[in-house]
């Protein structure tokens, strides 16, 4: 079971940090993904993280801007937003993998609530 936290309202500019709980099977994840919709938009991939290791990859829109990490003995892992822009306003969704990692949503197997995070300019 995943719980993503932390979203809100924010002005342009601003930051935000998104936590993403994981509870029950955890010793089967071997990565983690943040993804986000936007309103009228398809799921896109934002930023994942190997649950080992210190493997990341992020989505050309938001690197240099976002930071993907994890606390294995807490189970969690956070997306540190900078630098917010209206763009970003979406719903973000945490998910977890049992094999693989990466960009594609097809990897992950387990999916979290969303969260809603609101950029105004």
């Known amino acids: 079971q995943l719980q993503a936290s932390g979203g809100g309202l924010v002005q342009a500019g601003g930051s935000l940090r998104l936590s993403c709980a994981a509870s029950?099977?955890?010793?089967?994840?071997?990565?983690m993904g943040w993804f986000r919709q936007a309103p009228g938009k398809e799921r896109e991939f934002v930023a994942g993280?190997?649950?080992?290791?210190?493997?990341?990859n992020y989505a050309d829109p938001i690197k240099g801007r976002f930071t993907v990490s994890r606390d294995n003995a807490k189970n969690t892992v956070y997306l540190q937003m900078n630098s917010l822009r209206p763009e970003d306003t979406a719903v973000y969704y945490c998910?977890?993998?049992?094999?693989?990692?990466?960009?594609?949503?097809?990897?992950?197997?387990?999916w979290g609530q969303g969260t809603q995070v609101t950029v105004s300019s």
């Open positions: 029950g099977r955890t010793f089967s994840i071997y990565g």
């Open positions: 993280i190997r649950w080992s290791g210190s493997y990341t």
């Open positions: 998910a977890a993998a049992s094999s693989g990692w990466g960009m594609s949503q097809s990897t992950y197997a387990y």
